[in-house]
């Protein structure tokens, strides 16, 4: 079954000099319970279609679709992760996680049980009452992760979740990421310029061209995900299909150097 | 908030403790206080031109313990704080809605442009007019002069909330009739406070030079009938009444902001003595 479905998505940014098209005719679907990757170069708008995806901003032509009907605004339907955190300073971890369950009428007990067991969940037991300001990088990103995972939206958009994060971090994020993929099963929708994690996460991966930005190439990852971390990236199938996207998206950066 | 480079320079070693720091803190102003003394009790200052610190302090005991300068007082922070009040919630209001409605911005934004740098005090002869002299007309005055500084902090303090926390406040269901309240205001609480801290030194600058002009009571009437009549300790007597007043009340609300701001990121720069 389709969860998000776009078609012919044109974009448009006014600028000093005239229009600058931020994406061409993109089309793209994804399947409920499936974790796809959006790879590009930087500039390339897939911020920008996430965005629209989102609900957040309109396109200018095209049409989104989230399990059939038009998106005209943001929605409970879609959990979002932006690469700031976004998190909201002046409330509590708790607060925090809590925020999105009042829109989904739970009583105040509900919330607050809710609220403790994604902060358990994302590994922050005994922060509840921090401010986000108390925390690292890595802290808050798993915040905001518990904060979207908590009012249980059908859809998760990731709009480049880790990409703030150092290496050691980031490779623990994409972990935990992987292991609520695998329990849940929610249709997840990424935007990165990791093309390792985008394999390691995704089951598709879809690569974007330059500006104006649309889909150039699908690759399907078909790796097993019940091993260990080591044992997927060391993997030929791991690194075969890594590569191909890799030189995929240096393709877009430079068109007939490669 | 000492955040500046100078107040963060090892000016003390760090055994010297929160008391200790405040006293230090203090000697500034007691030097000037002995220099002052010290200048006119030996009559390199002529005494009829200014009277010695000890002399006002005297004068200040004096129309403390007789009740005169109680009510005066009383009249006079009265006046500013209800003034300071009203701008608080009318510049709060304001500030938001231009921030957030065009129409408002477009509307008001002209008028606080050209009236920014307009001394409101120069209006107090038209109020008396409309008003009397009184109460009303100093807190009129107040209350003009109080406001767009709180209206221009708060209009910028909500318009750079960064578009992720709306964004994603939307995402979590909140509605556009709750933005205000639930993100866009807490964002800005560090700049509504700052503008806040900025018309609280105003409005007793305000109150004292609309009584100066016309009132029945209030310090800034005291401190005016004592200068015509020449009797300086008293009316420097007054003087001091107001700026120990404005000092305890900008202190407060330093501890209030710090109270509110906890989770602010400005509050892990704080050093030890702020």
């Known amino acids: ?258 | 908030m000492n955040t500046s480079f100078a107040a963060n320079l090892p000016l003390l070693p760090a055994w010297v403790n929160g008391r200790a720091r405040r006293l230090i803190r203090a000697l500034p102003i007691a030097m000037l206080l002995v220099l002052w003394e010290v200048l006119v009790v030996s009559g390199l200052i002529d005494r009829t031109f200014l009277p010695p610190a000890h002399a006002v302090i005297l004068a200040f005991w004096d129309m403390l313990v007789h009740g005169e300068l109680l009510a005066h007082l009383w009249a006079t922070v009265f006046t500013a704080f209800v003034g300071l009040g009203v701008a608080v919630v009318l510049g709060v209001f304001l500030g938001a809605l231009m921030a957030t409605n065009r129409w408002v911005n477009g509307l008001v934004g002209p008028l606080v442009a050209t009236t920014y740098s307009l001394p409101k005090t120069s209006l107090v002869p038209l109020f008396i007019l409309w008003f009397g002299i009184g109460d009303v007309t100093n807190g009129l005055t107040v209350v003009l002069g109080c406001l767009l500084p709180i209206l221009v902090s708060t209009h910028h303090g909500v318009s750079s909330v960064p578009a992720v926390l709306v964004w994603s406040a939307r995402a979590m269901g909140t509605p556009q009739y709750a933005m205000l309240r639930r993100v866009l205001l807490p964002a800005a609480t560090a700049s509504i406070l700052s503008g806040v801290r900025i018309a609280l030194g105003y409005c007793f600058v305000l109150v004292i030079s609309a009584e100066m002009i016309a009132t029945k009571l209030g310090i800034g009437k005291l401190i005016f009938l004592y200068g015509e009549n020449g009797a300086y300790a008293y009316m420097l007597g007054g003087i001091l009444a107001v700026v120990v007043i404005a000092f305890v009340a900008d202190r407060s609300l330093v501890m209030i902001t710090r109270r509110l701001l906890y989770w602010h990121d400005s509050m892990e720069l704080r050093g030890a003595h702020a």
């Open chain 1, 1 to 258: 079954m389709v969860s998000i479905r776009v078609r012919g998505v044109d974009k448009f940014y006014r600028a000093r000099q005239g229009a600058v098209q931020a994406l061409a005719g993109v089309e793209l679907s994804v399947d409920s319970g499936e974790f796809v990757s959006l790879v590009g170069p930087s500039g390339c708008g897939k911020s920008t279609l996430l965005y629209i995806i989102g609900g957040f901003i309109a396109a200018d032509c095209g049409s989104i679709e989230i399990n059939g009907r038009e998106v005209r605004g943001p929605g409970l339907d879609r959990g979002v992760v932006f690469q700031e955190y976004a998190l909201f300073p002046w409330l509590t971890i708790q607060q925090n996680v809590a925020y999105g369950l009042e829109a989904r009428g739970l009583s105040r007990e509900e919330r607050r049980a809710t609220a403790a067991r994604f902060v358990d969940m994302v590994g922050l037991q005994g922060f509840e009452n921090h401010y986000p300001r108390e925390l690292s990088g890595g802290m808050k990103q798993r915040v905001a992760l518990a904060r979207t995972l908590a009012y249980d939206p059908a859809i998760l958009l990731l709009d480049e979740p880790f990409g703030a994060l150092d290496a050691q971090t980031r490779e623990s994020m994409q972990d935990e990421m992987l292991r609520i993929w695998l329990s849940t099963r929610k249709t997840v929708l990424m935007i990165t310029h990791d093309v390792t994690e985008a394999v390691y996460l995704s089951q598709r991966v879809l690569v974007m061209s330059g500006r104006p930005g649309h889909i150039v190439e699908e690759f399907r990852i078909n790796i097993d995900r019940s091993v260990t971390r080591e044992v997927t990236m060391l993997s030929d199938d791991f690194n075969r299909v890594r590569n191909d996207i890799w030189l995929s998206v240096r393709r877009q950066l430079a068109p007939g150097a490669v």
